[in-house]
């Protein structure tokens, strides 16, 4: 089989797809705790590290299949246990995906007030995101260079927004900003969890190139995952002090550090950069996400004609069904806040998303050390503690946030809909699959039906003989 990245490309590859959207909407939370967000990334930091080294553990185990997490819980031959892991990784992407649209309307909503605009950038965001799927069909050799183009417009958008807050930073005397250590926030258990929860999407990606490992010749993954981990981690910290000594703590979009400078024209060079940000994620997203919906395929739980491959060697078929299922939810996201009256729900569906990361990485986890136990793979001891340490931080992380009362915080209506819409995710899973099992007991039956005709024919044959 052809490779179609080797590991040096594959490393840029992986440092482009996880840097981008998920950090620049989440970051502007971190500064608004001011110096305790030091807290909150630290401890992301902690898990994501946990998760680089598992998932590098088990690519470089099961460097030859497709589907993450999923493949690697098929190893434990539990059906329930595995279909709920792969269907938990895949809805992540078209939930987080749904979450550009409104983050494009809150960066324009800096513009104009005009609701009929703000609609129409969200149904032009839509147009585009067609679009780009459309590209995404056309195979990953072509789309390497569209995601390079891109990519590097990006990057420039970013680099720019870094000179941006180094100048507002020394402007507001950054040193003594910092060391004064000025904060209004209040450094409680909720907020730096519920900021863990959301700046995990900083961080996620780490699962969705490691499903694409077949399509990378390389000698060790782990090399690949944690340079990129190390230079992320590097490029947030220092990103993020800057910001702070901006003394800006009261941000509410990513944007408005364009505005400061640059007025009007700094939130328009913003959404341009944020559009082709899209495009180099929007591709990178639908074929990580194909490759998660494949084996499930493969294995009976999903349709069959998911694994169709086009000319150009793409899964087609699961893109689409991906785009699809990705509509759907932008148009569910748009509707709830409309309809309930509901601000920054955008954060919401960030939190939503976040929370089916951390319980794919404790999954991952718990599947590690039981095929460990197995012993299918060798995990040194130094390595699993890290892997408890992490998945400790994560449960701690998943219970205060879905569940408030435990440490005397209000449940709130967000927690309400975030609980709900997950199962409802999953749900769906569990509907698909339920629809492949009565059409295979209907086809089981028909098969039957025509052996015990076939069977009854030849009877009378030999009766009449």
Known sequence: ???????????????????????????????????????????????????????????????????????????????????????????????????????????????????????????????????????????????KYVILGSGIVKWAILLTALIITVYLSVQNKFDIQITQNNTNSKLIAYSIFANVISFMYAFGGIEDVSALSKDVKFKNFRKILMISFAFILTF??????????????????????????????????????????????????????????????????????????????????????????TIASMIIFWLIPTLLSIEDFFSSVIELGSVAFLLQYFLTFVTALLLHRKKEVKIPIWEQIIYFVAMAAILLALIVFLFPFVIAHSWSQENTIILISYVLFIASGYGIQLVMTLIRNRKNKKVEMKQDASQQDTSQDVQSA
């Open 236 to 325: 947030y910290f220092v990103f993020y002090i800057v910001m702070l000594g901006t003394g800006r703590t009261n941000l509410r979009n990513f944007s408005q550090i364009f505005q400061t400078v640059l007025g009007a024209t700094g939130i328009w060079l913003f959404v341009i950069g944020l559009l082709f940000n899209g495009i180099s994620s929007k591709i990178s997203i639908s074929i990580s996400t194909s490759r998660k919906l494949v084996p499930l395929a493969e294995d009976g739980f999903l349709f069959k004609w998911l694994t169709k491959k086009n000319k150009r060697d793409e899964y087609r078929n699961a893109i689409w069904f991906s785009a699809i299922v």
């Open 1 to 143: 089989m052809t490779k179609n990245f080797n590991e040096k490309s594959f490393t840029f590859f992986t440092i482009n797809y996880i840097v981008g959207f998920g950090f620049i909407t989440t970051i502007i939370s971190l500064i608004n705790l001011n110096i305790y967000g030091i807290i909150t990334m630290l401890l992301t930091a902690l898990i994501t590290f946990g998760v680089s080294l598992v998932f590098s553990r088990m690519a470089n185990n099961y460097k030859n299949e497709y589907g993450g997490s999923y493949a690697y819980a098929k190893k434990l031959n539990n059906k329930h246990f595995s279909f709920f892991v792969g269907w938990n990784q895949y809805i992540q992407g078209p939930i987080l995906a749904s979450s550009s649209p409104l983050f494009l309307a809150s960066a324009a909503s800096y513009l104009t007030n005009d609701e009929t605009i703000i609609w129409i950038i969200r149904a032009v965001s839509v147009l585009i995101f067609i679009i780009l799927i459309l590209i995404s069909t056309l195979g990953l050799k072509l789309n």
